[in-house]
């Protein structure tokens, strides 16, 4: 008998939070000094309709710690149409994930609606809250949505990424756009500086229609990214019966292939390499740095197709007839590329699921030793062992030796993204902090951990009550240094 219920962890937060943070185990450094700010489902339910959870209308939660002590804030990211349902009391419009529950509603209609409750970045003096189709901006003291973000050159026929990256050596703001296609997407990198001013770096037409790309890097010379190996089987999309994403196919000729494009022209050339076994299916890669002219790559790969079932609230599941399976295993492998041989050689850093993944934010691009990974450290006492999509561990993995440590928040303890909020005036890659967001399933609240970012394994510094459950660890979160919420 599992010790929690699934429906702890699809529970909403009710309210927006908004309090000093007094409940509190273990001591806050008084170093730790800015804001960590996670996105993800705030609204599982509208009405009596519920979303699977990358659906769910999203809610960006920060925590700013200021001479030891912290306060607590949370904000639902809003648009217009969120307003109109929750007026209508109901679904109105079809997502990646989650259908209308009118299954004739879904027939032909690709008028797909998203709810920026994937990450959070701050560019340029501007904070955003982001996802497949759009961007909102967040005001970066109350977090209270402003407008839309308004993407200048990008072509409006182009969809902006879900996880831009900054570039601090040269200062620029990475992401890539792709502009749907009947033969082929084409897909287009942008560099952003601080005064939001872009220029398109490269395009590419990629391998076909629908490409499946979600994370990207870069390193010194390129940039860097995954075209996955699925197909979208139109008429499925079309028919309406599955959702868009569960009319992904996985065909098994058709193998992920990792992208290098020059980020100057003159740099070089376009190129692409299939990833062989056991690399199916990458949403997140840790880092790209180069060496010695070869350029090297590193990401977390799932041995098979994910299929996302476990972020389906039970009611959801069962009326569609969804059953959670056994997921496929992970790695993070490393992929080291000469581009003047055009080789590829496979690598894996650490066998098992590791993902999430966390690196300094000053060796993006750069060489590194450490990443933090959520990480599959507990076992069988889980609302169901099969969902591998719900991780319990955070580990710091040296990419250089493969050595582990390991926290585990326990079987009922549910992480959300580790985050490193490195020490003030740190010299060290992981002097400082990680912070992580707990759901405890069986308290049925939301804690923050604080932990030693150079030894997880030595245990909680701190964990922070807030009080109340926000459901859903969250799908990524990033801290910013200095920042401080009202
Ligand atoms: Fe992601």
Redesign the pocket.
């Known amino acids: 008998m599992s010790p929690i219920d699934y429906d702890v962890v699809y529970r909403s937060p009710t309210t927006e939070l908004e309090r000093a943070i007094t409940d509190v185990q273990g001591e806050i450094p008084a170093e730790l000094d800015g804001t960590v700010i996670r996105n993800g489902a705030g609204l599982q339910k509208i009405g009596s309709d519920s979303f699977n959870f990358f659906d769910a209308p999203g809610m960006v939660l920060g925590v700013t710690f200021e001479q030891g002590k912290a306060r607590v804030r949370g904000r639902h990211v809003r648009h217009p149409f969120v307003g109109e349902e929750l007026a209508a009391g109901r679904q109105l419009k079809r997502r990646v994930f989650t259908n209308l529950p009118n299954r004739w509603s879904n027939l032909f209609n690709v008028k797909i609606a998203d709810v920026a409750q994937?990450?959070v970045y701050s560019w340029g003096g501007r904070l955003i809250a982001s996802g497949a189709m759009r961007h909102c901006e967040l005001d970066p003291t109350t977090l209270d949505s402003r407008a839309e973000v308004d993407w200048g050159v990008v072509p409006k026929d182009h969809q902006m990424c879900?996880?831009p990256r900054v570039d601090p050596h040269e200062k620029v703001l990475i992401g890539f756009s792709q502009k749907p296609g009947a033969g082929a997407d084409e897909i287009a990198f942008w560099e952003f500086d601080e005064r939001w001013q872009a220029r398109r770096a490269a395009t590419r037409k990629l391998g076909g229609p629908a490409a499946f790309v979600?994370?990207l890097a870069f390193s010194e010379r390129y940039f860097v990214f995954v075209e996955n190996g699925t197909k979208l089987e139109l008429l499925s999309a079309l028919w309406g019966k599955r959702s868009i994403y569960h009319s992904l196919a996985w065909p098994k000729d058709k193998r992920p292939k990792l992208w290098l494009l020059p980020r100057n022209e003159g740099a070089g050339e376009a190129m692409s390499f299939e990833l062989p076994e056991p690399a199916v299916t990458i949403?997140?890669i840790l880092n790209a740095h180069e060496r010695n002219g070869e350029v090297i790559v590193d990401l977390h790969a799932f041995s098979g197709p994910i299929d996302f079932i476990a972020g389906y609230p039970p009611e959801l599941r069962s009326r569609q007839g969804m059953r959670i399976e056994r997921g496929p295993g992970g790695s993070v492998m490393r992929f080291t590329v000469d581009p003047t041989k055009r080789s590829l050689e496979a690598k894996t850093l650490y066998s098992g699921i590791g993902e999430l993944p966390e690196i300094h934010p000053m060796r993006q691009g750069r060489d590194y030793r450490f990443a933090w990974l959520t990480s599959q450290e507990s076992d069988g006492g889980e609302p169901d062992p099969n969902a591998t999509l719900w991780t319990h561990g955070v580990c710091k993995l040296d990419v250089q030796s493969g050595a582990r440590s390991v926290w585990s928040a326990g079987a009922s303890g549910f992480v959300s993204q580790a985050v490193l909020a490195p020490r003030p005036g740190a010299t060290e890659e992981d002097d400082g902090w990680l912070l992580v967001f707990v759901l405890d399933g069986e308290r049925a609240t939301t804690d923050l951990v604080i932990l030693d970012a150079s030894n997880p394994a030595k245990g909680e510094l701190a964990r922070l009550h807030l009080g109340q459950t926000i459901g859903v660890p969250g799908?990524?979160a990033t801290f910013f240094g200095g920042m401080k919420l009202a």
Do not use: A
């Open positions: 994937h990450d879900q996880m979600h994370d949403f997140h799908t990524h």
